[in-house]
């Protein structure tokens, strides 16, 4: 089955402990890429990677860093979170560049105490 | 710099009843603009979108989209709502060219039975 996986569902933590959220997807897919989601604010562009070892900030991409080594996993790392980091955060995938070809993830929801 | 508004924040309709989300962005080129859905406790998906062409597109579920390109907007339409389209609905343009998906806030649909 098609699809985009993130772990973990669900994290709490507190601020300045470093942590990663995983994001894999199984259709070898170029295009990968990271949104928060903040109520009325809608979904904002963190980073996006458009093949291996190429990455780029999005709209957001402060107090983020990404990689991306292998064509299948782009994990988002948090190197010292702070509580306005808390938000549902998106992973996505697609064949080159098509927002209508677009895969999500299931989400991630992160509270920073 | 390139900005997606949505006006209604909060929709509340009855079953039946229609409905109308308006969408209005900011970049005056060409423009790719589509409507995403996110149900309840799940990811993004593609409802419909509009590259060129018939300035009316259909989407999935009944739902339809108008591009009018002399208001800047693209307002998604439904003639008769059920129960089940209780979600969030993003609208969300992608400037020619550009390698960033733009997001506006996105507006929540409850439908009362």
């Known amino acids: 089955e098609a699809q985009v996986t993130q772990n973990p569902r669900y994290l709490i933590t507190v601020t300045g402990k470093k942590l990663t959220v995983t994001c894999s997807q199984n259709m070898n897919h170029e295009y990968m890429s990271w949104y928060r989601q903040d109520p009325g604010l809608g979904l904002r562009q963190i980073y996006y990677s458009m093949n291996v070892e190429v990455t780029d900030k999005g709209d957001v991409p402060e107090g983020y860093k990404v990689s991306r080594k292998e064509k299948r996993n782009f994990p988002l790392i948090l190197e010292s979170p702070s509580p306005n980091q808390t938000s549902l955060y998106f992973c996505?995938?697609?064949?080159?560049?098509?927002?209508?070809?677009?895969?999500f993830g299931s989400g991630t929801q992160l509270s920073v105490l | 710099a390139q900005s997606v508004s949505q006006h209604n924040h909060h929709v509340i309709l009855s079953e039946a009843a229609s409905l109308e989300l308006g969408c209005n962005y900011s970049y005056g080129g060409t423009v790719n603009l589509f409507w995403y859905v996110q149900y309840p406790g799940q990811h993004l998906q593609l409802l419909l979108k509009?590259?060129?062409?018939?300035?009316l597109v259909k989407g999935i579920k009944g739902f339809e989209a108008e591009f009018i390109k002399s208001k800047f907007s693209f307002n998604l339409r439904k003639p008769s709502v059920q129960w089940s389209d209780t979600a969030e609905y993003f609208c969300?343009?992608?400037?020619?060219?550009?390698?960033?998906?733009?997001f506006g806030q996105g507006t929540r649909l409850t439908i009362n039975p």
């Open positions: 509009y590259f060129s062409g018939d300035p």
């Open positions: 969300a343009v992608k400037s020619g060219g550009a390698q960033k998906l733009v």
């Open positions: 996505a995938s697609s064949f080159g560049d098509r927002p209508e070809k677009l895969f």
